[in-house]
């Protein structure tokens, strides 16, 4: 099983949410690795009455192993369900990776 569906299967179990995008963003960031960068959206109604700390607490919790292995880095867009109507159903972009081996511009 890839990455990508282990940490796909793992937040469904988790937090039974009402929406859940798990997209692979390793190829805009430096090195080899493919399953290294992800951007997690995640609407849930298990979020109620949290902080975004709190959430993200969950979230990094539920794929310790995986942030133990390949994982460099995720990208946490999180909801509840309230708050996934007000924002429109719109997930932001991930900005351009700027670190690395990437050239930097001053």
Same mark, same amino acid.
Do not use: D
């Given at each position: #099983?890839?990455?990508?569906? =282990?940490?796909?299967?793992?937040?469904?179990?988790? /937090?039974? &949410?009402?929406? /859940?995008?798990? /997209?692979?963003?390793?190829? #805009?960031? %430096? @090195?080899?690795?493919?399953?290294?960068?992800?951007?997690?959206?995640?609407?849930?109604?298990?979020? =109620? @009455? /949290?902080?975004?700390?709190?959430?993200?607490? #969950?979230? *990094? =919790?539920?794929?310790?192993?995986?942030?133990? @292995?390949?994982?460099?880095? +995720? =990208? +946490?867009?999180? *909801?509840?369900?309230?708050?996934?109507?007000?924002?429109?159903?719109?997930?932001?972009? %991930? &900005?351009?990776?700027? @670190?690395?081996?990437?050239?930097? %511009?001053?």
């Amino acid at each position: #099983m890839n990455t990508q569906t =282990a940490i796909t299967e793992k937040l469904q179990q988790a /937090l039974t &949410p009402e929406f /859940l995008e798990v /997209l692979n963003e390793s190829h #805009m960031h %430096s @090195g080899p690795a493919t399953e290294s960068h992800f951007r997690l959206s995640v609407v849930s109604e298990q979020f =109620a @009455g /949290l902080s975004p700390v709190k959430r993200h607490q #969950m979230i *990094y =919790a539920c794929l310790a192993a995986e942030l133990q @292995g390949g994982v460099h880095a +995720l =990208a +946490l867009h999180t *909801y509840t369900p309230v708050e996934w109507l007000r924002s429109g159903n719109t997930i932001p972009e %991930s &900005p351009n990776c700027r @670190g690395g081996s990437k050239a930097r %511009s001053n």
